[in-house]
C-alpha cells in the first residue's frame, strides 16, 4: 500500500464494491456473447472460406485461457480500479501505463459508439421493422443516415445506464439479460423446428412478401463466387487465420478488468480466473452449438452465402443476414417470431454499457494518480458515480459519432481501431511476465507464486507463450487485407494518437514536478481502494 497518502488525490478512491463476483461474470460474459459481437464478426467468416469456424473457436480458447490466467493474477494481486492502467504504471512505469492505456481504453472507444450503433440498427432495429412490414424503414435503419440516429440513441442510453452507478448497473444488466437469454431460447427453438428445404420455402416467400422477388434462396447462393469448406474441417492454416477474425468477438473476457476495484472477491484469484474461463468456455461452448443448428435449419452454404453478401456494412438490406431475421423467417414470422426479435434486442442493451463503463476506471485512475485533472476523479451524486469521468466518455464519443458519419474520409481513419485495445493487453501481458522480478513481494502473496518451471514463475512462460500468440495476431492483422485494419491512412492515425498520449503524459509530468508532485515515486505505490 502507499507510504504516503498525500501522493494520490485523498486517502481512498471513494468507490465501493457493489459487484459480486457473479455480476462481474456477467458483465464478462456480455462482453464476448455471441448475439452481438459474435452474430456480427460471423458475418465476416464467410471471407476466410476455407477455415473452420468451430477449430478457429477452438484455437481461441487455447489462447484466451492464457490471457485470463495473465489478468486473473494481476487482479488477484492488485484489485484496484483502472486495471491495465494501474498493473502497467506500476510494473513497467507511469509512462508506459499511460501510453498503452489511454489509445486503446480512452481515444479508441470514443470511436467504437458506431459499430455499437451498427449493431443496434442491424440486430434489433432493421430486423424489427422489417417483421412488422416495414421494409423501407428497415432499409433507413441500415443507411448513413439510420447508423448516425442508432449510434445517438446508443450515447444516450448508456450514459444514463452508466451513470447509475455499479449497483443499479448490475441490476439492469441482469435484468436485461434475462431478457436476451429467453429470447434466445425462443430463437434456438425455431431453429430446432426447421430444416433447409422448409426454410428454402420460408425464405422465398417471406422475400415476396417483403417486396424482395428477386432473392431467393439458390439465388443468393449460385450467385455468389467462392466456395465455401464444410463446417468442420483440418485446415489448420485458414482456421488459424480466421481465428484473429474471431478474436475482434471472443477477445474481450477481461473487459472488466478495470472494475475490479468496485467488484468484491477480487483478491481471490480462483474465482477470477472462474470468472474470465467462465464467460470464454460459455461464449465459446454456445457458438459450437449453434453453428451446427444453422447448418441443420437453414444450411451452411446458404449462411456463408447470405454473409457474404449481406455482411454488416455491405448496405441497406445487410439486415436480412442478421439471424434475428433468419430465426423470424424460420418460425413464419408469426407472434411468436415478433416477439423473438425484440426480446433477442435485450442482449444488445445489456452489453451496451461497455462501451464507456470499462474506460471511464481508467480515466478514474489516471486522474485519482494526478496523471490526468484530479476533476475526473470526484465521486459524486447519490450513485456514487465518476460522473466528471463518464461524462469524459459521452461527450467526446458523441462528438466523433457526427464527424464519423459526416465528414468525408474520417471512417478510413478508424479502421485499425481494434489494433490499440489488443495492444493495450499485450502491454498488460509483458507486465505480467515481468511481474515476479519488478514486484517479488506482492507477487510472493499470489497463489501462482508457486508454480515455477526450472526455476522460473509458470505464470511469466504463460504470459511469454500468449505474447508470441499475440505477436502473430498483429502481424496477421496488418498483412492481410481481409480483416480490415491495414490501411496505411488508419495506422498513422493509430500513430497520432499514440504521439498524443506521450505529450499528454509528459506534459503532465512537467506540470505536476511544479507542485512538487513527482510522478514516478507516485507510480511506485499501488492505491488504496
Known amino acids: 500500500m502507499s507510504g504516503d497518502d498525500t501522493l494520490f488525490v485523498r486517502e481512498a478512491t471513494g468507490l465501493v464494491r457493489d459487484w459480486s463476483s457473479y455480476d462481474a461474470g456477467i458483465y464478462a460474459f456480455l462482453s464476448v456473447n455471441i448475439v452481438t459481437l459474435g452474430f456480427y464478426i460471423w458475418t465476416f467468416n464467410a471471407f476466410i472460406p476455407q477455415g473452420s469456424p468451430i477449430l478457429a473457436t477452438l484455437i481461441a480458447v487455447v489462447a484466451l485461457t492464457l ?8 487482479v488477484a494481486s492488485m484489485p484496484r480500479v483502472g486495471g491495465d492502467y494501474v498493473w502497467q504504471s506500476r510494473l513497467l512505469s507511469g509512462f508506459w501505463g499511460f501510453f498503452l ?10 470511436l467504437w459508439v458506431p459499430i455499437y450503433g451498427s449493431i443496434l440498427s442491424w440486430l434489433v432495429l432493421g ?25 445517438m440513441v446508443v450515447v444516450a442510453f448508456v450514459f444514463v445506464y452508466v451513470s447509475l452507478g ?14 436476451g437469454v429467453l429470447g434466445l431460447l425462443i430463437f434456438i427453438g425455431g431453429l430446432l423446428t426447421t430444416s433447409p428445404s422448409q426454410f428454402q420455402t420460408a425464405f422465398n416467400t417471406q422475400m415476396d412478401a417483403w417486396g424482395m422477388a428477386g432473392t431467393s434462396y439458390n439465388g443468393i447462393i449460385q450467385g455468389t463466387s467462392v466456395s465455401f469448406a464444410p463446417l468442420w474441417n483440418l485446415n489448420w492454416g485458414a482456421s488459424y487465420k480466421l481465428f484473429p477474425m474471431l478474436l475482434f468477438w471472443i477477445m474481450w473476457t477481461v473487459w472488466g478488468s478495470t472494475l ?28 459450437i452449438v449453434l453453428w451446427p443448428l444453422f447448418d441443420a435449419a437453414v444450411g451452411y452454404t446458404f449462411y456463408q452465402a447470405l454473409n457474404y453478401n449481406y455482411f454488416v456494412g455491405a ?3 445487410q439486415w436480412l443476414s442478421a439471424p ?3 430465426a423470424a423467417i424460420a418460425m413464419g414470422n408469426g407472434v411468436l417470431a415478433k416477439l423473438m426479435a425484440i426480446l433477442m434486442g435485450g442482449w444488445f442493451f445489456a452489453w451496451s454499457g461497455t462501451v464507456f463503463l470499462s474506460s471511464t476506471r481508467v480515466i478514474f485512475a489516471t486522474a485519482f494518480d494526478r496523471t490526468i485533472p484530479e476533476v475526473f476523479s470526484e465521486v459524486r451524486g447519490r450513485y456514487n458515480t465518476p460522473l466528471n469521468a463518464i461524462l469524459l466518455m459521452a461527450i467526446p464519443a458523441a462528438i466523433l459519432t457526427v464527424i464519423y458519419f459526416f465528414a468525408p474520409g474520417f471512417q478510413t481513419l478508424t479502421l485499425a481501431a481494434t489494433f490499440a485495445i489488443a495492444v493495450t493487453f499485450f502491454g498488460t501481458t509483458i507486465a505480467c511476465m515481468l511481474f515476479p522480478w519488478r514486484r517479488p513481494e506482492l507477487f510472493s502473496k499470489n497463489p501462482v507464486s508457486k508454480y515455477e518451471v526450472a526455476g522460473v514463475p509458470v505464470i511469466s512462460i504463460v504470459a511469454g507463450v500468449y505474447a508470441a500468440i499475440l505477436l502473430s495476431v498483429f502481424y496477421l492483422w496488418a498483412t492481410e487485407s481481409v480483416y480490415g485494419l491495414n490501411n496505411l491512412r488508419s495506422m498513422g492515425f493509430l500513430g497520432v494518437l499514440y504521439l498524443l498520449s506521450a505529450i499528454l503524459y509528459v506534459g503532465m509530468k512537467y506540470y505536476r514536478a511544479q507542485e512538487g508532485v513527482d510522478l514516478d515515486t507516485l507510480h511506485a505505490e499501488i492505491p488504496k481502494d
Not at 490471457?67 to 494481476?74: C, G, K, M, R
Not at 492505456?101 to 470514443?110: E, T
Not at 421493422?129 to 447508423?147: P, T
Open 127 to 151: 430486423p424489427v421493422s422489417a417483421l412488422f412490414g416495414f421494409v423501407e424503414l428497415a432499409n433507413f435503419w441500415n443507411s448513413s443516415l439510420g447508423l448516425f440516429v442508432s449510434s
Open 67 to 74: 490471457q485470463n490466467l495473465v489478468y486473473a493474477t494481476l
Open 260 to 287: 475490479f476495484g468496485e467488484v468484491r472477491e477480487a483478491g481471490e484469484v480462483k474465482k477470477m480466473f472462474g470468472v474470465f474461463e467462465g464467460a470464454l468456455l460459455a461464449a465459446a461452448g454456445l457458438a
Open 324 to 326: 434475428t431475421t433468419i
Open 315 to 317: 448496405g441497406a438490406q
Open 166 to 179: 455499479m449497483k443499479w448497473y448490475a441490476r439492469i444488466q441482469q435484468a436485461l439479460f434475462y431478457v
Open 101 to 110: 492505456s489511454w489509445p486503446g481504453w480512452v481515444f479508441i472507444l470514443w
